[in-house]
């Protein structure tokens, strides 16, 4: 395995971002904690979690694991909805941070919108998380144009990001165009649609003309936009294929190509969850 370059940040809102983490949605156990220890010796400085994936004990194991120092890197999680009223959220970020075994997380996130509490006090419990020093920065995830414009008036602290699906098959245009016009960074989960980039024939083609693969063009297409990706990986050995895509660039008709690529029905992840579900 080839160790990485360094990885871009960028900035929003205060927060320094890199433009690459790794996802960690379903690893469990010693593989997660292995993954994510070789994900950081290999370059990474960004890793995702949240306490619905029950994985952060092996995140921070992995983190230790691995010798990088502790501000070098990162560290996202994310409340789960049914901990959204005040008193349930700070609890819940103490618990995030004492399985981790970290006095602080780089970003907290609200995983998804939860309709059945009022958002002004979720944010008000988010913002105070922050002020008591769990949180280096906070943000939303899942959250709609509206719920973006409701957010950034409640909220006191500065929310450095929206936490979407986003990849070449879906238009999010719209959100992004939101998050850009608040400052807030777009961290695009499913970045590769869940493995599908990999059989599309359009970045395949492209891959080919630059020497790449499907997947690293459908996250070059982001990263070029300065959306950060989290692609997640079971398989070491794509941990450096995933972060190798900073040595080329598509060009303006490429890029254009493959945003056609969006269509009705390009979502990797179920929408249901969101609004309909009692989150208890
Ligand atoms: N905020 C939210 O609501 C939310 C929702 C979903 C996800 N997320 C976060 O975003 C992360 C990424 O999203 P995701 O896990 O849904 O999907 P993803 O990263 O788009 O895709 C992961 C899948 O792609 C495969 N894969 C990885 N690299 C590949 C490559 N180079 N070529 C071909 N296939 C490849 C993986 O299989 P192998 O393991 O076999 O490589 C895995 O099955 C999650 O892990 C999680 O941290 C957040």
């Not at 690459?20 to 593989?31: C, N």
């Not at 059989?199 to 499907?214: F, S």
Request: hydrophobic residues 45%; contains cysteine.
């Amino acid at each position: 395995m080839t160790a990485i370059g360094p990885i871009p940040t960028i900035t929003a809102n205060g927060a320094k971002i890199p433009l690459v983490g790794l996802g960690t949605w379903e690893l469990r156990g010693r593989a997660c904690a292995r993954v994510v220890e070789q994900a950081l010796r290999l370059g990474y400085r960004h890793i995702d979690t949240a306490e619905i994936y029950d994985n952060e004990r092996e995140v921070g194991e992995g983190l230790r694991a691995s010798g990088v120092k502790r501000n070098d890197v990162f560290v996202t999680t994310k409340i789960w909805p049914s901990h959204f009223a005040p008193r349930a959220l700070e609890r819940a970020a103490h618990d995030c941070l004492a399985r981790l075994r970290l006095s602080d997380v780089d970003l907290l996130l609200l995983h998804w919108p939860n309709p059945q509490i009022p958002l002004e006090e979720t944010l008000g419990a988010l913002c105070k998380v922050r002020r008591d020093g769990l949180a280096r920065q906070i943000g939303v995830s899942n959250f709609t144009v509206a719920l973006i414009e409701q957010a950034v008036q409640i909220a006191t602290e500065p929310l450095v990001c929206d936490q979407i699906e986003c990849h070449p098959f879906l238009d999010q245009s719209k959100v992004i165009a939101a998050c850009r016009a608040h400052g807030m960074a777009v961290i695009a989960y499913s970045p590769i649609a869940r493995g599908g980039a990999r059989n599309d024939k359009v970045l395949g083609r492209i891959g080919a003309a630059h020497g790449k693969t499907a997947a690293q063009i459908c996250l070059r297409y982001l990263v070029q936009q300065n959306i950060v990706v989290i692609p997640r990986t079971s398989k070491l050995e794509r941990l450096t294929e995933n972060a190798a895509l900073f040595d080329f660039a598509l060009t303006d008709a490429e890029m254009a190509e493959i945003a056609a690529l969006a269509r009705p029905g390009g979502r990797v992840v179920d929408w249901a969850y969101s609004g309909t579900m009692k989150w208890d």
